[in-house]
């Protein structure tokens, strides 16, 4: 599985922003996918996860603020995010999880600015 991520960029405090992350090649029907992020310094951390069945969880730092959500026939995860704080700086990662393995992308990076 190869997946390609976007939507990184700057913004102001209290600004939105969409990551995407497309999967291509053998995805299993059953996976989570999910986005990591990394800020300078930190650890990478979860953010937002989603499942097949579409079943969610958040990292209580962004619940409220950002949705993960996905698009089965495009093989795609979204990352809404709103309300924006300067220390959700980080270089965000999508993950996919399945069929026994794991697949990172590769990071895009979200400033946010005040």
């Known amino acids: 599985v190869q997946l390609q991520a976007c939507g990184g960029g700057l913004v102001q405090v209290g600004g939105s922003l969409r990551l995407s992350c497309a999967a291509s090649g053998s995805i299993s029907s059953i996976n989570v996918m999910g986005w990591y992020r990394q800020a300078p310094g930190k650890q990478r951390e979860l953010v937002a996860i989603i499942g097949s069945s579409s079943t969610t969880d958040y990292a209580d730092s962004v619940k409220g603020r950002f949705t993960i959500s996905k698009d089965n026939d495009k093989n795609t995860v979204y990352l809404q995010m709103d309300s924006l704080k300067s220390e959700d700086t980080a270089v965000y990662y999508c993950?996919?999880?399945?069929?026994?393995?794991?697949?990172w992308g590769q990071g895009t990076l979200v400033t946010v600015s005040s």
């Open positions: 993950k996919y999880i399945g069929g026994g393995r794991s697949t």
